[in-house]
């Protein structure tokens, strides 16, 4: 079974422009979770995904904003990039709860530079 | 709010010799607590997940154990190649299902 992809990889942008992250959960998950990896806050929670709305949102400015497709595929969008915007941005997708725990698997992440 | 709080920062290991990472916690009814294994330039690789105190779980030569307010990550006879960051997240209760990370152990293996 292929796992969570991510696309691009890599990215450089400058200030002020804004950037469009795509992620494809694994085959039959339908709940799709973003977070953001830096060395100084580590991963932070941004938003999750669950038929194609939003059900949590972490504490990150609405600069950042994402959808969800009815494929269960995402995107997450950055606007008026800062240069603290730089870090990995993480994608992980999961089955839908039905109640209790579920694990949460990742992609490989983007790497997003802004200068 | 829920916190997670990882020991030590970096740990720095000889092949064989075995030791253990810790990770404390405060939340909110706890759903799930979960171990992630992360090399560089990849996204975290689940490993474990543990549910309820007195708990354990074993793979290969790691072994998660969980206690009401921290887990332990042992490491037997570590090899050059268990050399990564570890990462701890706890899943609280309620209807948001969002992981809150420590911020991790970096453990390296010297051969």
């Known amino acids: 079974k292929a796992g969570v992809t991510q696309t691009p990889r890599y990215l450089i942008k400058t200030r002020g422009q804004q950037v469009t992250l795509s992620c494809s959960p694994i085959s039959g998950h339908r709940s799709v979770s973003w977070y953001q990896q830096t060395p100084g806050q580590g991963l932070q929670f941004l938003f999750e995904?669950?038929?194609?709305?939003?059900?949590n949102k972490g504490n990150f400015p609405g600069r950042f904003s994402g959808r969800q497709f009815s494929n269960s595929r995402s995107e997450m969008n950055v606007s008026t990039l800062e240069l603290g915007d730089s870090a990995l941005y993480l994608c992980?997708?999961?089955?839908?709860?039905?109640?209790?725990?579920?694990?949460?698997?990742f992609g490989p992440g983007t790497r997003l530079t802004v200068t | 709010e829920d916190q997670v709080t990882q020991s030590p920062e970096a740990l720095r290991l000889q092949e064989g010799e075995s030791s253990s990472l810790n990770c404390s916690y405060t939340v909110s009814g706890l759903r799930g607590l979960f171990w992630y294994r992360q090399d560089p330039g990849k996204g975290p690789e689940f490993l474990f997940t543990?549910?309820?105190a007195g708990e354990e779980k074993e793979k290969e030569r790691l072994k998660a154990t969980l206690t009401k307010k921290e887990s332990f990550l042992h490491i037997t006879a570590p090899k050059p190649e268990d050399s990564a960051t570890y990462l701890c997240a706890v899943q609280g209760g309620g209807s948001n299902y969002k992981l809150t990370f420590g911020k991790g152990t970096l453990l390296t293996v010297n051969p």
């Open positions: 995904y669950f038929s194609e709305t939003q059900r």
């Open positions: 543990l549910y309820s």
């Open positions: 992980a997708s999961s089955l839908v709860p039905g109640g209790g725990s579920y694990e949460q698997y």
